[in-house]
């Protein structure tokens, strides 16, 4: 079974702004394929392949799967680094995030790279995973937005079509991805020739996703996509995440130095990576799964502001005042380093504009409208999402002298484990 994309096609829906432009090929019809491979029954538990554990988001994953007994068998795909084996590297990142996995004896630890033929595993280990996954997960890929279009492209949306073959070999498996909100950015023609933090080669990478594996599913193919919002700690680690390594705590930042917020009815998109993580799975091992889904528990403007003692403005207001705040000034430059200083500086105040442009209320209000479609289904959570955030907040350290001073985090000891779901029916995920 081979599916390939016609013709550039991708690269003509992202000149025209056109999803309809893509174009799929296959080598048989899917649903032949498919109709024809052995599969296990509804209620038998399920063996899972897990692409990206090591990540963020990938940990959360790791973490429900090993703990969920509808999941016998879990493989992770891991890269080795350096002398750091695939088990190691796991190992690492729950130090890190002071995550706890459950030892059930579900996990095989597999070291590849699923850009690589065979995934760079041996052909027993492979023939094992053809076999034997009844659902892949596939929580790996980039997290910068510096690079352009033309490698995402290598690094992501050709693999995403050969992981979509791999679901239609030997064994019939369901292809779980793990896309972006972000790319509800592009809604209009002219979005897709913006240039800022938000327009670029990532955002235009995972809209390609998106609209790629809807075409994929109508076509017959087992995919399914998740948009994804900014995925921040949750109790499981204590509310710790990547902290500044996130664009959102960035810009968080930047607002809480200004002490001012912009007043809207638009929302933010944020989910804690465990509830997150929850509904990915739930879907995933659901008798219909679907298409895609917008797993989002938004914070509102007013709810940040209350929250951090922020005063509510114009959007207008606010981004002139951020702008007059960041603007390179001569009293910036380091004389004993003058270029290496004014460039600096130049390149900071480029990098606040560009995550603040002129048109970010209104790619929020499109990842807002989108998220909130009349068939979603919302989420159960522990917590409301603005506590989610300003316990995340409190823990981190560069955010600390900018936030009041009253302690209302909640302690993460207080927050009850989620029970592990009985009914294999999807019941939390959001969809469209």
């Known amino acids: 079974m081979h599916i390939s994309l016609r013709h550039h096609s991708d690269r003509i829906a992202l000149a025209t702004g056109n999803p309809k432009r893509l174009s799929l090929g296959y080598s048989e019809d899917p649903r032949v394929v498919a109709s024809r491979l052995p599969r296990r029954g509804d209620d038998?538990?399920?063996?899972?392949?897990?692409?990206?554990?090591?990540?963020f988001v990938g940990m959360h994953m790791l973490r429900e799967l090993l703990d969920d007994p509808r999941v016998s068998a879990v493989y992770a795909l891991v890269r080795r680094k350096g002398d750091k084996s695939g088990e190691e590297r796991i190992a690492r990142q729950a130090r890190k995030y002071q995550m706890t996995l459950p030892d059930t004896g579900k996990l095989t630890v597999l070291e590849g790279s699923y850009l690589e033929p065979a995934m760079g595993l041996s052909p027993a280990d492979y023939d094992t995973l053809l076999t034997e996954v009844d659902v892949v997960i596939d929580a790996a890929g980039a997290t910068t937005h510096e690079y352009p279009y033309a490698r995402y492209r290598r690094e992501k949306v050709l693999p995403t079509l050969r992981l979509a073959e791999f679901c239609l070999e030997k064994?019939?498996?369901?292809?779980?991805?793990?896309?972006?909100?972000?790319?509800?950015v592009y809604q209009q023609w002219r979005d897709f020739f913006r240039n800022s933090f938000f327009y670029c080669g990532y955002s235009k990478m995972k809209w390609v996703v998106k609209h790629t594996t809807l075409r994929a599913n109508r076509d017959g193919v087992p995919i399914h996509i998740y948009q994804a919002p900014f995925a921040l700690g949750g109790p499981t680690t204590g509310f710790k995440d990547p902290g500044m390594e996130y664009s959102f705590w960035n810009m968080?930042?930047?607002i809480l130095q200004l002490g001012l917020i912009w007043d809207s009815e638009v929302t933010s998109p944020i989910v804690a990576s465990d509830v997150l993580a929850r509904s990915v799975l739930d879907?995933?091992?659901?008798?219909?799964?679907?298409?895609?889904?917008?797993?989002v528990t938004p914070a509102t403007t007013h709810q940040i502001a209350d929250r951090f003692d922020l005063k509510l403005v114009p959007w207008a207001e606010f981004r002139r005042e951020l702008v007059r705040r960041h603007r390179f000034r001569p009293g910036q430059i380091d004389w004993?380093?003058?270029i290496t200083s004014t460039r600096r500086g130049l390149q900071?105040?480029?990098?606040?504009?560009?995550?603040?442009?002129?048109?970010?209320?209104t790619?929020?209000?499109?990842?807002?409208?989108?998220?909130?479609?009349?068939s979603t289904v919302l989420i159960d959570t522990d917590l409301p999402s603005i506590d989610i955030l300003e316990n995340n907040a409190r823990r981190i350290r560069k955010l600390g002298k900018y936030l009041p001073a009253r302690p209302s985090a909640v302690d993460p000891a207080a927050v009850p484990a989620p029970a592990a779901p009985a009914d294999p029916e999807p019941a939390v995920v959001g969809a469209v």
């Open 336 to 338: 004993s380093k003058p």
């Open 348 to 361: 900071q105040a480029k990098f606040v504009r560009s995550l603040f442009p002129r048109s970010f209320h």
């Open 171 to 184: 064994r019939f498996k369901t292809l779980h991805v793990i896309g972006s909100v972000g790319s509800e």
């Open 252 to 254: 968080i930042s930047h």
């Open 44 to 55: 038998e538990p399920k063996t899972v392949f897990l692409l990206g554990a090591n990540g």
């Open 363 to 374: 790619l929020l209000r499109n990842i807002h409208n989108a998220a909130a479609e009349p």
């Open 283 to 295: 879907n995933a091992l659901s008798k219909t799964p679907r298409a895609i889904s917008y797993p």
